[in-house]
């Protein structure tokens, strides 16, 4: 069953429940009531949201805050579709990449084309974006940001002490680098081990092994002679090695716990998406001199792109009020506001999805970001995150995590084999 089947099989359980009550307590005094399913709760990602909420709720509406814990969205994703299912879905949802495509195909999204065209999101928007954002040529969801995934964050001080001069730029120093943490008594490789978090590690190892023409072979095209290529078993095989270095409390751990150690200095390093910055700027850090950004190791001149965007529904029965529709269109335009894209991006440690702002405003790492972005973008090295759902449909993708997720979790598993169970794994998910 393709991952639309499997979405309708669910969604049309939902004549079997009664339509519920949805938002619509908003105090007599509200305009209108929108309510968000996402899963920003960590200290800097709760921080980055709350700036929406504070701007809707400027404007006389009501903000209902459904947060569902879980960094990279899968618990988010159950509830959602569970909230579907009773015909009850929020008006507001964190759905990324293709996967729009599939909640788009089976009706459940509004269309906003009087605020699109009213703001002119075509214009502000890179194709590359409003394509992903958009159903059947009409926009369905708001891009909030995006984010880079291949990053390596190091503490600087826990680098001086291990005697590491400078960050590492090839997979050998990373290696070189791992290896003077542990001698420095170090936790080298914060990580936590979750499956979104495993795959983030791997896809880099992937851009860094195979390049990004291997990277789309591997993940877009699904190309079975590159998924059992030798170089797959390179990727296998660093990732082994690798996992040698990793936290061993990470496992089932937080990224943003894992974060932390290497605020602290307990860690030296950590492999994940800038949206690690936000727990850095949430701690007072400041980037350049409290911490290090560099491309994960290899990868340098790609960019991979994680766009985070809420995806707007139709409204329950019981909730389409004029109201909570005006409360839906307002957080949609706020979102592409100069106002709200700087001090959420700060915050969130993305950059924006409009590229006419002032970027001097970022810190470096920010300012890195936006310059690669544009320099990938020309050159044809800017990919779609596959472990952050941009790349396939989340069917293929939990294909791939458990291989990747079940490669590390056994001791003895053999590198030459990952590649071949993974493209039978993919096949058998399609
Ligand atoms: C990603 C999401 C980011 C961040 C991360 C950790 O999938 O796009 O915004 O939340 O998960 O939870």
């Known amino acids: 069953m393709n991952a639309i089947n499997r979405l309708a099989a669910v969604i049309s359980l939902a004549s079997l429940f009664p339509l519920s009550a949805l938002a619509a307590d908003a105090p007599a005094e509200s305009k209108g009531t929108v309510e968000v399913v996402h899963w920003?709760?960590?200290?800097?990602?709760?921080?980055?949201?709350?700036?929406?909420?504070?701007?809707?709720?400027?404007?006389?509406?009501?903000?209902?805050?459904?947060?569902?814990?879980?960094?990279?969205?899968?618990?988010?994703?159950?509830?959602?579709?569970?909230?579907?299912?009773?015909?009850?879905?929020?008006?507001?949802?964190?759905?990324?990449?293709?996967?729009?495509q599939d909640w788009g195909a089976l009706g459940l999204l509004t269309e906003l084309d009087d605020v699109s065209k009213a703001n002119n999101w075509d214009k502000l928007l890179s194709k590359t974006v409003a394509n992903t954002m958009k159903y059947d040529d009409h926009y369905v969801a708001v891009p909030v940001n995006i984010h880079r995934v291949n990053?390596?964050?190091?503490?600087?001080?826990?680098?001086?002490?291990?005697?590491?001069?400078?960050?590492?730029?090839?997979?050998?120093?990373?290696?070189?680098?791992?290896?003077?943490?542990?001698?420095?008594?170090?936790?080298?490789?914060?990580?936590?081990?979750?499956?979104?978090?495993?795959?983030?590690?791997?896809?880099?190892?992937?851009?860094?092994?195979?390049?990004?023409?291997?990277?789309?072979?591997?993940?877009?095209?699904?190309?079975?002679?590159t998924l059992t290529s030798p170089k797959m078993t390179e990727v296998f095989k660093a990732l082994k090695k690798l996992q040698g270095y990793m936290d061993p409390d990470g496992t089932g751990q937080d990224w943003n716990l894992e974060a932390a150690k290497v605020i602290n200095g307990k860690a030296g390093m950590q492999i994940m998406g800038d949206w690690a910055k936000s727990e850095w700027s949430a701690a007072g850090k400041k980037a350049g001199t409290d911490f290090e950004c560099v491309p994960f190791p290899g990868t340098?001149?790609?960019?991979?792109?994680?766009?985070?965007?809420?995806?707007?529904?139709?409204?329950?029965?019981?909730?389409?009020?004029?109201?909570?529709?005006?409360?839906?269109?307002?957080?949609?335009?706020?979102?592409?506001?100069?106002?709200?894209?700087?001090?959420?991006?700060?915050?969130?440690?993305?950059?924006?999805?409009?590229?006419?702002?002032?970027?001097?405003?970022?810190?470096?790492?920010?300012?890195?970001?936006m310059a690669d972005f544009k320099a990938a973008d020309k050159a044809g090295t800017l990919k779609p995150s596959m472990a952050h759902n941009m790349a396939t449909s989340l069917a293929v993708q939990g294909a791939i995590f458990d291989v990747v997720t079940n490669f590390m979790s056994d001791k003895n598993a053999d590198p030459a084999k990952a590649g071949a169970q993974m493209a039978s794994a993919i096949k058998a998910a399609l």
Request: glycine share 10%.
């Open 151 to 225: 990053w390596l964050w190091i503490n600087p001080v826990a680098m001086k002490k291990a005697g590491i001069d400078k960050a590492p730029t090839t997979l050998d120093e990373l290696f070189a680098a791992a290896e003077k943490f542990k001698a420095a008594g170090l936790i080298p490789l914060a990580h936590g081990g979750q499956p979104w978090q495993d795959s983030t590690v791997f896809e880099d190892l992937v851009l860094s092994i195979m390049g990004a023409e291997g990277y789309t072979k591997a993940f877009i095209e699904q190309d079975e002679d």
């Open 40 to 100: 920003w709760t960590s200290g800097g990602e709760a921080k980055a949201i709350d700036v929406l909420r504070k701007l809707v709720e400027k404007d006389g509406y009501t903000w209902k805050d459904s947060a569902v814990a879980g960094g990279g969205g899968a618990a988010a994703m159950t509830v959602l579709k569970t909230r579907a299912v009773s015909g009850n879905p929020p008006s507001a949802a964190q759905i990324k990449g293709p996967d729009l």
């Open 300 to 369: 340098q001149g790609s960019f991979t792109y994680n766009i985070d965007s809420l995806a707007m529904f139709k409204l329950s029965a019981k909730n389409n009020t004029p109201g909570n529709i005006a409360a839906q269109n307002e957080v949609a335009k706020i979102i592409l506001e100069p106002e709200f894209q700087y001090v959420f991006n700060q915050n969130k440690g993305s950059i924006p999805v409009r590229d006419d702002l002032d970027m001097t405003k970022f810190d470096s790492c920010g300012q890195a970001a």
